[in-house]
Nanobody, 129 residues
Framework: QVQFVESGGGTVQPGGSLRLSCAASGLFLDYYAVSWFRQAPGKEREAVSC????????SYADSVKGRFTISRDNAKTTVFLQMNSLKPEDTAVYYCAANTMRRHCKEVHSIVAHEFDYWGQGTRVTVSS
């Protein structure tokens, strides 16, 4: 019943921007920490950002800080990731996920994928000239 659907991925030149969306059904996002993860070929899945349900605070990996912004819509059904100043090393499949055991995010460097209960199918981002 719970489903996350990501959209907004595509191919963009270095320095460009994309806005990813994660639409949730069967789960009220006001109760759970929600993160964006990414996985590049040959690398482990890593958290890049997290949105805390209790105080709406946000956190980011050092590699994307100042370039990416996570947000939630007023209906509490969709989470976004605005990505600016994109670099080739940002190329990856991006996933949204919810942790039903937490309302407040851990520091991003401490977030691990296996602690998250629900996942979207992913959307591919390619940054290339």
């Amino acid at each position: 019943q719970v489903q996350f659907v990501e959209s907004g991925g595509g191919t963009v030149q270095p320095g460009g921007s994309l806005r990813l969306s994660c639409a949730a059904s069967g789960l009220f996002l006001d109760y759970y920490a929600v993160s964006w993860f990414r996985q590049a070929p040959g690398k482990e899945r890593e958290a890049v950002s997290c949105f805390s349900a209790d105080d709406r605070s946000t956190s980011y990996a050092d590699s994307v800080k100042g370039r990416f912004t996570i947000s939630r819509d007023n209906a509490k059904t969709t989470v976004f990731l605005q990505m600016n100043s994109l670099k080739p090393e940002d190329t990856a499949v991006y996933y949204c996920a919810a942790n039903t055991m937490r309302r407040h995010c851990k520091e991003v460097h401490s977030i691990v994928a296996h602690e998250f209960d629900y996942w979207g199918q992913g959307t591919r981002v390619t940054v290339s000239s």
